[in-house]
């Protein structure tokens, strides 16, 4: 059974086809139908831009059901695609909330695409003129700098927390692109995992890891709830050494 709203957009076509073909046999009523067609584009713009975003989103291969997708500020994975606008599943954005399906559910109109940039998190790697499927990214956890913990030891912990806690990402990630390897594997194998950073108030320590798009919050978790308990075993150690 066809849509409703296939149905209408049918129906629309076969309209305006109609009154575009009306002045081949009624030449008196070619001004009428001029002033019907041009506030007619002009009322349904929208509407028109949004059909033809459909056949720009399916033609170039943009996002597909179950991809994961930012456009603006908006962070969702696709469930439908249709005629006149898509559907996304909410995806919280942030430090706290990043990765985590919110239960709201946004429809967004397909002429978004034609003037917004879309960043796919599922499909977002090129070579050689093919797109390659990855669910994987290179994220970061900030973690405040232990106090009576030496500076160079807690970088130490933290860059081996990230080694092993990612280090299964990072095997699967090269399995799927295999010679075409990203920068961000690249990087996340030569460059250094640890940053330091100081505000006003304290140092903080700044990791890189390879996660799973859809379970970076649940990786990030591991690494912070790892790096306290090995931060309070060298907070003992230290205490003990010093009686």
């Given at each position: 059974m066809r849509s409703p709203v296939r149905l209408t957009?049918?129906?629309f076509l076969a309209l305006f086809i109609a009154l575009l073909l009306i002045p081949l046999f009624r030449p008196n009523l070619g001004v009428y139908v001029t002033i019907v067609v041009v506030g007619?584009?002009?009322a349904l713009q929208k509407y028109v831009a949004s059909f033809a975003?459909?056949?720009v989103l399916r033609s170039s291969k943009l996002f597909d059901i179950?991809?994961?997708i930012r456009m603006g500020n908006i962070k969702g994975d696709?469930?439908?695609i249709g005629l006149l606008h898509f559907v996304l599943?909410?995806?919280g954005e942030g430090e706290h909330s990043g990765g985590e399906l919110t239960g709201r559910v946004i429809h967004i109109p397909n002429h978004t695409i034609l003037d917004q940039p879309v960043l796919n998190f599922s499909q977002d790697f090129s070579a050689d003129g093919r797109l390659f499927p990855c669910e994987y990214l290179f994220d970061e956890v900030r973690l405040p700098l232990p106090e009576g913990v030496h500076i160079g030891k807690a970088r130490e912990i933290l860059g081996q927390i990230l080694q092993r806690e990612d280090a299964p990402f990072i095997e699967r990630a090269k399995e799927v692109f295999g010679q075409d390897c990203?920068?961000?594997l690249d990087e996340a194998v030569r460059s250094p995992r640890v940053m330091i950073f100081v505000d006003d108030k304290k140092s903080w320590l700044v990791g890189r890891f390879v996660a799973p798009v859809r379970g970076r919050n649940e990786l990030r978790s591991v690494i912070t709830t790892h790096f306290l308990e090995d931060m309070e075993r060298e907070k003992r150690a230290a205490s003990e050494?010093?009686?």
């Open positions: 957009m049918y129906l007619s584009a002009v975003g459909y056949f179950g991809h994961r696709v469930r439908h599943d909410e995806v990203p920068n961000f050494d010093t009686r």
